[in-house]
């Protein structure tokens, strides 16, 4: 039936694509983000947030724009969360900062966060996701 009206009013499915350079692939997954969600308890009582939406299991969570005094943290709860979000991938670490030496880390089997200050006493927060591989995180240098 050459002509039909079926024919005429059809519109292309999208499909989505990577392009590659040997041919053309769905992957058929769909990407990956991460949620860091960290709260900071200062010693005054009170509490900061910060959220951040990453594409890699890294994150710079606390820059030192965000201005926030080193020694001022008292303790933190830093929850992490794989979207599209699943039970099995939601994860919380929790502890109280140590202002006897100019950073403070901890870890866990998934976890590890670093707190560090500058010269002038402002906060750096960095946190990856190990996923087991604990060498991965020491053979990395920060930038």
Sequence with gaps: ???????RASVPIPINY????????????????YLFDLVLTLKNRQTKKFTKLEKNLKSTIIDIEDNINYDEISDFVLNFAEIPFDNDNEYTIQGKINHSFSSFHLNSDKFYIEFSQNY?????????ILDGNLDYILSISPN
């Design 120 to 128: 002038s006493g402002k906060t750096i927060c960095q946190s990856y």
């Design 18 to 33: 990577t392009k590659s350079c040997y041919s053309f692939s769905d992957s058929g997954k769909p990407k990956k983000r």
């Design 1 to 7: 039936m050459p002509g039909s009206d079926m024919t």
